[in-house]
């Protein structure tokens, strides 16, 4: 499940855009939530963060691409509708992917401090910065990209 970057990462309802499709999947015997994946590129990172805090346990992991602050604040929080986060645990695996001159995005401080507190309640969370690289990381090094993120899905 890829959420794109338009928009704010602001959504109505409680899956965050999602239940259009939340609902078609668990139409379809043949698929399990469970496995899949949701990612969330610049602002979209907030809405994958939110969907994955909506539902705890309905997916494997979450990838962050380019995320914006507010993304890697309410990583491993329950967003409740018209409550905003609360603490939560357990939280699926977080990999953040970010290029190292990303002005448009989250401090890098934000993403080590985040991965600290998270590591303490038990959530693994993976970061990566490609140096030299802006806010368009995903354009500049798709395939070294695409390749950490498989390889880090596979690893799970």
């Known amino acids: 499940v890829v959420m794109p970057t338009l928009g704010f990462g602001e959504l109505p ?10 609902v078609a999947w668990a ?9 899949a994946w949701i990612a969330g590129l610049s602002n979209g990172a907030l809405r994958a963060v939110r969907a ?3 539902r ?3 997916y494997r992991g979450v990838v962050l691409i380019s995320p914006i602050a507010p993304a890697v604040r309410e990583t491993g929080m329950r967003s409740f509708k018209n409550v905003g986060p609360v603490d939560l645990a357990p939280y699926p695996p977080v ?14 401080g ?10 303490e ?9 490609y140096e030299g690289i802006d806010h368009h990381l995903i354009y500049r090094e798709t395939e070294r990209m695409h390749a950490h993120v498989m390889g880090w899905m596979r690893a799970r």
């Open 13 to 22: 309802g409680v899956d965050h855009g999602l239940e259009p499709f939340l």
């Open 27 to 35: 139409r379809d015997p043949t698929l399990a939530l469970s496995r």
């Open 52 to 54: 994955a805090g909506a």
């Open 56 to 58: 705890p346990g309905a």
């Open 95 to 108: 990999l953040v992917i970010h290029g190292g001159h990303d002005q448009h995005t989250t401090p890098l």
């Open 110 to 119: 934000l993403i080590a401090s985040q991965k600290a507190s998270l590591g």
């Open 121 to 129: 309640r038990g959530v693994a969370f993976t970061s990566h910065c």
